[in-house]
């Protein structure tokens, strides 16, 4: 074997090498999806409850209560999508 094969073969086991630590050192940065820790503390859950209504659930982690919101999707295009109030629970008294 050659010098200058001796030294593309050092070469390349140190890239491996290096290659090796770097992603041996790497790690996903943490997923905060809905952190709690916020002051607002709310979360949006959305759902189908017919075939032309939906809802949206508000949920309250303060307060420990559940808002219901009804979204009326409209027959024309021209018309305006209406959101409005429809129902609260509060969690703490339904589970306990």
């Keep these: 074997m050659s010098k200058q094969a001796l030294i593309v073969v050092l070469v390349g086991v140190n ?15 943490e997923a905060k999806a809905q952190p709690v820790s916020l002051r ?10 017919e075939r ?8 309250d982690l ?12 409209p027959q024309m295009i021209e018309q305006p ?6 129902h609260s ?3 703490v008294r339904d589970f306990r």
């Excluded at 890239?15 to 940065?29: E, F, H, K, V």
């Excluded at 607002?40 to 409850?49: R, V």
């Excluded at 999508?81 to 429809?86: H, K, L, P």
């Design 15 to 29: 890239l491996l090498l290096l290659g090796g630590l770097i992603l041996s050192n790497y790690s996903l940065p």
């Design 40 to 49: 607002g503390e709310f979360i949006l859950i959305s759902a189908q409850a």
């Design 52 to 59: 032309n209504n939906d809802t949206i659930y508000l949920l």
């Design 62 to 73: 303060a307060r420990r209560q559940m808002h219901a919101f009804r979204a009326q999707v």
């Design 81 to 86: 999508m209406m959101v409005r109030w429809y």
């Design 89 to 91: 629970r509060d969690l």
